[in-house]
């Protein structure tokens, strides 16, 4: 049964919050971010095709051309570790997998490198002044 406000009309449902809704507005915090700072958006979310494959957050590019493969990393609290803790060895050989393929459809590949951007803090909310950027440029690479 819906809720009923005041004057008795029907009172929309409070958006529910999910981990897709806050990665999502991470991702746009850092593409912001990125783009402020020179880099030109390529593209978005890129998957290896079928299971067990890598997703690459956003693919930017440098004035200089450099593709810029970019794991945005987002955590309310520092506990556990942050958001930096949380990219491991298997994370980064997951990015690195989706990299390669991304990759092929080029004949001559342009250089590149992997970047981390951590969005510490909770995002959104009336009043709120945004959540803290650190940029990781060469974060790790595919060695």
Known sequence: MPTR???GSAAAAPKQVTTKSRG???????LAWLAKAGLQWVESNYRTPGRGGGEIDLVMRTPDGTLVFVEVRQRASA????AGASIGGAKQRRIIF???HY???FASPPPCRFDVVLV???LG???HQGPAIEWLPAAFDAS
């Not at 999502?24 to 850092?30: F, I, Q, S, T, Y």
Request: proline letters at 0%.
């Open 79 to 82: 506990s556990h570790g942050g």
């Open 120 to 122: 510490h803090g909770a």
């Open 24 to 30: 999502d507005a991470a991702e746009g915090a850092a």
């Open 5 to 7: 406000d005041a004057a």
């Open 103 to 105: 990759l092929m459809r």
């Open 98 to 100: 989706a990299a390669r």
């Open 125 to 127: 909310g009336a009043g």
